[in-house]
Every structure is written in C-alpha cells, then in structure tokens.
C-alpha cells in the first residue's frame, strides 16, 4: 500500500511539473490507479491546452466511396473481395449527394473511408478530390484518405510516398488522416491486417504527408485482443512521431466494433475505453487536441470530456462501424445537451476556417 501510494505521487508530481510520464509509469497507472485518480491526471494535462469547460465539435460525415478491398483484415465487417456480390464503388455525383445532404444538416467535414480497391485508378480519386474543392470551395473541408489508403494508392500507382502526397495535394487535398493505425504494433498487424502495412512503413508514409505540408492527425482504436503493453507501445510512438515531426493535429480513440466481423468477441465496456481515454491525454502530452468518439460510444463518450478529451465529431454516417454495429443518431440537441449537463461549453469547430485544425 506504502509503495502504490509513493508510486502515485511520484506520477503526480512528475504531471505537476510538467514532465512527461515513461511506458512503465502508464502502465503502473493503467493496473493501480483508480478512476478518480486517472480523471484528475487527466484533467491536470487537459488543463495546459483548454479552459476547464470548453470543448469544441464538428457535424461531419465518412463517405465510404467504395466497401472492395483486397486487405482482409479479419476485424472488418465492412469489406467485399473484389468480383463479390454487394461490392460498389460511389460515382462523383453519389458522393456530391453525400456532401449536399452534409451540408443541410449543418455539417462542414467529410472524412473519405474505402477500401484497398484494384479497380480503381488514382485518377478516380485526384478528379473526385479537384472536383469536391471546385464545387464547395471553402464551404467544407474533407479528409481526403487514410494513411492506410495512401499507402496502397502509392504502392498501386508505383510512386514513392513523397511523390504521392504532392500529386494529392496538387488536386487539392489538404488532410490525410491518421486512419488505418488500430493498434500500431508489428505484432498485431501480424495477427489481424497482415496485407495492411507495417508500423514502420505507416509512420514512413506519414511523415511523406508532414513534409508534402499536408494536415495528419493520429487516431487509435481498442478493444480487440490487444494487450495494455501494445496499447501503451502505441502511444510511445504516436508521441515520439510528434516530438520529431509537431505534424499531428489531434489523437482520436474509438472502439472496435466486434458484430459480423470474422474475429467477433464482445465489446469494452464504456468504463474501460474511458479510462483508457484518460491514459491517452496523460500520456501525450504533446498533442493538445483529443477527441472522444460518439460513433462509437454514443452520447456516453462525452463522459470522456472529464477524462481529458476535449473535442468530439457528431457523424452522419458512416458504414464501417455500422456495418459491425455502431448505431448513429442524429438528435445533436440531445448529444450536446449531455456536454452541458457534465458542465462543458460547446463550441462548433470549422476545420476550413482553422489552419492547423
Ligand atoms: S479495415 Fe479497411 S483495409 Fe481492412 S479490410 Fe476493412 S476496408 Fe479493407
């Protein structure tokens, strides 16, 4: 009891002073800390970058232009192999649908999710991409891939990842987003998405994006088999990425989803995602942005604005996580009411007006 108590407030004192936590601090934190203790690490590093009650979020929708994908990860209810029935590909009039349907619903963000698609050409996505910035200027924002989509597009095209960027950003896109990452160890890619890339190729890639002066985020998803070692090895590297590059404009955190995918299992409990919440906003404290995922969560991830995040999207849409379960509602009122029952201010957050956003 003596050595957890001393342990604690040598963790404290090092958030206190501003130093940084080690691996072996976060997970001493993860197997002893309760969750009052976690929320008020937690809030002590939220505090550096926010207003104790401020949060900022966004309507948005993932457009998921087409389900064909050839990675087989065995966590995705969402795939179809190419030549199998029920596989699409959105034309750019569905897609401008999509963002007009968007836009009446007060959105301004589009997060652009498919899948590995042989089919599909880069010019598919660079003339979808200038045509999206001709027909709605600075009236929205999108983010234009995941990581794990750049990388298969410069592998399928044969370019190296630099060249790739800068062709994308010649047509106009300014975010490629940290998706695709689930747990960044090479051992899980191993075990569930062995046609996904590598770690090492993933912060590679990434860093092209950073130096192309394209936007990046990173982005985490639990609660698969995944151990709190692979957790906590996940975000040693998110945080080294940003100490060599300042290129990550946020962290998000959401939950897999088990229904219909060949894995299956049960879902963490909301009560462990925000734990591990907190632990994220400990942990990288070089990243002053983190969001809480209400896809995956509903109205509860807002919970997770007392456990340091500070910003949360409400989406639309979006057939991934609801083809593996995730259920999506559209009462805003209601979701941003709960912000504010748990004393928080909302604030819409306009990507296109925020350059470093
Ligand atoms: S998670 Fe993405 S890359 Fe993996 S199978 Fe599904 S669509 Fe393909």
């Not at 009891?1 to 407030?9: D, K, P």
């Not at 999206?132 to 095209?157: C, K, N, P, S, W």
């Not at 995730?326 to 029952?341: G, H, M, P």
Request: proline content about 3%; overall charge negative.
């Amino acid at each position: 009891m003596i050595i957890a108590t001393s342990a604690l407030h040598e963790i404290r004192a090092k958030v206190q002073g501003r130093d940084r936590i080690s691996s072996a601090d976060a997970l001493w934190l993860w197997k002893n800390a309760s969750d009052a203790e976690l929320r008020e690490l937690a809030m002590a590093v939220r505090g550096r970058f926010h207003a104790p009650d401020a949060c900022t979020y966004m309507v948005m929708r993932i457009v998921n232009y087409t389900n064909v994908c050839v990675a087989q990860c065995d966590y995705c209810a969402f795939y179809k192999l190419p030549g199998q029935a029920g596989g699409y590909v959105l034309s750019q009039e569905e897609v401008f649908a999509k963002l007009d349907e968007l836009l009446v619903l007060g959105g301004d963000l589009a997060a652009f999710n498919g899948g590995f698609n042989p089919h599909l050409p880069l010019d598919y996505y660079c003339e979808l991409f200038a045509a999206i910035r001709v027909r709605y200027g600075d009236q929205l924002e999108f983010y234009a891939l995941t990581i794990a989509e750049f990388m298969y597009l410069a592998d399928h095209a044969k370019l190296d990842f630099a060249a790739a960027a800068e062709r994308f950003k010649q047509a106009g896109v300014r975010w490629i987003t940290g998706g695709g990452s689930e747990i960044l160890t090479e051992d899980f890619r191993r075990r569930h998405s062995k046609f996904k890339y590598t770690v090492a190729q993933y912060f590679e890639a990434q860093k092209a994006i950073v130096d192309a002066g394209l936007k990046t985020t990173a982005t985490m998803v639990v609660g698969f088999d995944e151990t709190i070692e692979e957790r906590i090895e996940h975000l040693e590297s998110t945080r080294q990425f940003q100490d060599e590059t300042n290129g990550l404009a946020s962290f998000l955190c959401w939950t897999f989803k088990p229904y219909f995918t060949q894995i299956g299992g049960i879902e963490i409990t909301t009560a462990e995602y925000l734990r591990h919440l907190a632990l994220c906003r400990i942990y990288l404290d070089n990243i002053p942005r983190i969001r809480t995922s209400v896809l995956t969560q509903n109205e509860r991830a807002l919970e997770g604005l007392l456990c340091g995040a500070d910003d949360f999207d409400l989406p639309i849409e979006d057939e991934v996580t609801q083809k593996a379960g995730a259920t999506i509602s559209l009462n805003f009122e209601k979701i941003l009411n709960y912000a504010r029952e748990l004393g928080f201010t909302p604030t819409y957050r306009h990507v296109a007006l925020q350059p470093r956003d």
